[in-house]
């Protein structure tokens, strides 16, 4: 690999406001012998984004592809990209991460990259001798218009039978991690699945979820003797047991063979409620519209009414009734709802991150009787405050504040005048929970202050008994730590 340039470009930009108008969006003004072309008064210029509660959308893909067997993620851009991801990576799920770059140079940046990603495709082809290379293309790649499927498919054809190159256009521009992750899914699914006869199998496409999610829902799937193709799985690969030597690929992730064979199952699961109505160009909709796979799109199967749900179309293709040991846990979770309900009914809470996480998170404290007051997402969604207000038909959203594409600065401003007795977001939420003196409970992408971000469990009836629990041990935590003499029977 090329090493890594700290030369950035300084570009001086004019910005324009509307007089009068103190929140309209800023327009590029026009520069001409030394001048701004506008007569506008000149303003201080506002932060378009502050603290982005997001990631970019080549990180989402790089996680994709690290849920492939035998695969590496390989960013076409400078290598900066790469470093900044790879730390965001390591930092949540404790594992070794390699992700290869094209390492644009300047040059490169001028007169493009191909030379730069057709050396780093053979680097990576001979030092870890992968399966596949998934190459997702960085801002700097997509603004310049670098044609890399085309600069692969020459790369390919020039060097038969090597690794398998899967390309995906996922600028951070134009989305965040969730929406690479989505994007680079349908994309391996085009890549891979051919016209297969029929089969008993089943697709399930999870989302964006933790590692221990992945592992839950496949052992639900089992229970119900179910065969599953889990796209994609990192359940190992970023979370993985120790090794005795350094391997340069973790072992684990959807096997390539079995992608091949989505288009002949019986059935597709997608879940994530903003993909329910939604008009998406899904992996799902994709095997669909070109295989005539069924799809059967889903909530996220947190809390009871969404876990039902999920378990109701798992018998469904299964035909056959809940198995008994799921009906146990679903038992234990009921009763431990009516035993704590009088600790969390009536609490606010405020929730940011991923849209899908928020709006599964949402449902559950509905259930238990917890207000939610703020809701949001740094991801731009416009299914995501229907799918709130739905979740909440039935409960007293008054006062609920729902925001779309927020940064962090705008979430804090609403979540101070709001007040919630709890926060439920990602390691992220911390320093506003700090300031508030509320606690904060952990969930989803990212977790870098504390260990075990990776083995979170979000989904089904043993997920949220484990959230159901934590829930009301913070809230007596804080009652005890809070009390003036202290008292160790509750």
């Known amino acids: 690999m090329n090493p890594p340039t700290t030369a950035t470009l300084s570009i001086p930009i004019a910005w324009q406001f509307q007089p009068g108008v103190p929140d309209a969006q800023p327009a590029l003004g026009v520069a001409g012998e030394g001048r701004i072309a506008s007569e506008a008064p000149i303003h201080e210029p506002r932060a378009a984004t502050r603290n982005a509660c997001k990631v970019c959308a080549p990180l989402g893909a790089c996680v994709v592809f690290s849920g492939i067997e035998n695969c590496v993620p390989f960013l076409h851009g400078s290598q900066g990209c790469a470093t900044y991801i790879r730390r965001y990576l390591i930092s949540h799920f404790r594992e070794p991460v390699d992700i290869a770059s094209s390492s644009f140079s300047e040059e490169d940046t001028v007169f493009g990259g191909a030379r730069n990603l057709r050396l780093g495709l053979a680097n990576v082809a001979g030092q870890y001798t992968p399966q596949a290379i998934g190459v997702a293309t960085t801002c700097l790649a997509e603004t310049i218009g670098e044609d890399v499927p085309r600069i692969l498919a020459e790369h390919g054809a020039a060097n038969s039978g090597g690794p398998e190159l899967v390309p995906v256009s996922t600028p951070a521009y134009a989305g965040t991690h969730v929406d690479g992750f989505h994007r680079t899914v ?17 697709n399930l496409l999870p989302g964006f979820v933790s590692p221990e999610d992945l592992r839950h829902l496949k052992e639900l799937v089992a229970a119900f003797g179910l065969p599953c193709t889990l796209l994609p799985d990192y359940s190992d690969t970023l979370d993985g047991a120790s090794w005795p030597e350094y391997q340069r690929v973790q ?7 079995a992608i091949r064979r989505m288009s002949g199952a019986r059935a597709t699961l997608e879940l994530g409620h ?5 008009g998406a160009d899904t992996a799902g909709r994709w095997l669909h519209q070109t295989h005539q796979v069924p799809r059967m799109p889903l909530a996220l199967p947190i809390g009871l009414r969404e876990t039902d749900a999920f378990m109701a179309a798992l018998g469904e ?9 799921i009906q146990r846990e679903r038992g234990r979770l009921v009763d431990a709802m009516v035993d704590g309900h009088k600790y969390v009914f009536g609490k606010r809470a405020a929730l940011f991150g991923d849209p899908d996480l928020v709006i599964g998170l949402c449902s559950f404290l509905d259930e238990i009787g917890v207000r939610p ?6 991801t731009r969604q416009a299914a995501f405050e229907p799918a709130i207000r739905e979740v909440l038909d039935h409960s007293e959203a008054d006062d609920l504040q729902i925001l779309t594409g927020a940064d962090h600065a705008r979430i804090s401003e609403v979540a101070r005048e709001v007040r919630p007795d709890l926060i439920f977001s990602s390691s992220k939420g911390y320093p506003l929970a700090r300031e508030l003196e509320v606690p ?10 504390r260990i075990g971000g990776q083995r979170l469990l979000h989904v089904g009836y043993r997920g949220a008994q484990r959230f159901f629990d934590l829930i009301v041990n913070t809230i007596l935590e804080r009652r005890q730590d809070r009390s003036e003499t202290g008292y160790s029977y509750l």
């Open 317 to 325: 293709l299964a035909e056959s009734g809940c198995p008994d040991d």
């Open 251 to 257: 072992p684990g992730g959807t096997p390539t063979r």
């Open 373 to 378: 007051v703020l809701c949001a997402s740094g």
């Open 440 to 449: 904060l409970i952990r969930v989803g992408f990212p977790v870098h202050d």
């Open 186 to 202: 349908r994309r391996v699914v085009e890549h891979f699945a051919t016209p297969t006869p029929p089969h008993a199998g089943i």
């Open 274 to 278: 903003t993909l329910l109505g939604s």
